[in-house]
């Protein structure tokens, strides 16, 4: 699980638009490659060769399959007005904000709120975009990685890193740390 911090909610709005279209073009390249690896199966001289490409291939079809099961989802604060605010910036918060206040459907026709969501280590809820929300006094034992592009300091830096286990990256002035 991961959590991309932005400066503000119109940005975590932008970011949602740039992510989604990249990571379904990765799923796809995925894909590609899994089949790649099809047509070099039925090419192969031997069975070794063989049996690595299938291993390979199933690797990233597995891939491929989590990479399209994935949920990215705002997690930001109501405010008033925000339909018009984010309809100037051309994004619809209207399902985003149906899907944080009532969850996601579990296969079983329950609903499960998006805070259990993204704590639940096989849900597919795995990256949140926040500007505030989630940063102190969350607890998720599942977030492995926090991307920050946010200036932040003193309390809330240490509350905010505190929430990745493993993995830091910091986004500063766009370049990857």
Not at 32 to 52: C, F, H, P, S, T
Request: aromatic residues 8%.
């Amino acid at each position: 699980k991961s959590l991309f911090v932005c400066i503000d909610k119109i940005t975590c709005a932008r970011m949602l638009n740039l992510i989604e279209p990249k990571w379904k073009a990765k799923a796809a390249a995925v894909r590609v490659e899994a089949n790649a690896k099809l047509a070099a199966i039925g090419v192969a001289a031997d069975d070794e060769a063989r049996q690595v490409l299938n291993a390979q291939r199933d690797r990233l079809l597995a891939k491929a399959i989590w990479m399209d099961e994935t949920i990215i989802e705002l997690i930001i604060s109501e405010a008033q007005n925000e339909v018009a605010d984010f309809r100037k910036w051309g994004f619809d918060i209207i399902p985003h904000r149906a899907r944080m206040k009532q969850g996601f459907e579990t296969l079983d026709g329950k609903c499960i709120d998006v805070e259990s969501a993204f704590k639940n280590p096989q849900h597919p809820f795995r990256v949140a975009i926040v500007c505030a929300m989630w940063l102190t006094g969350f607890d998720a034992p599942t977030v492995s990685t926090l991307y920050m592009d946010k200036p932040m300091q003193n309390h809330t830096l240490m509350q905010t890193i505190a929430r990745a286990n493993r993995i830091t990256a910091y986004l500063i002035n766009g370049i990857s740390k």
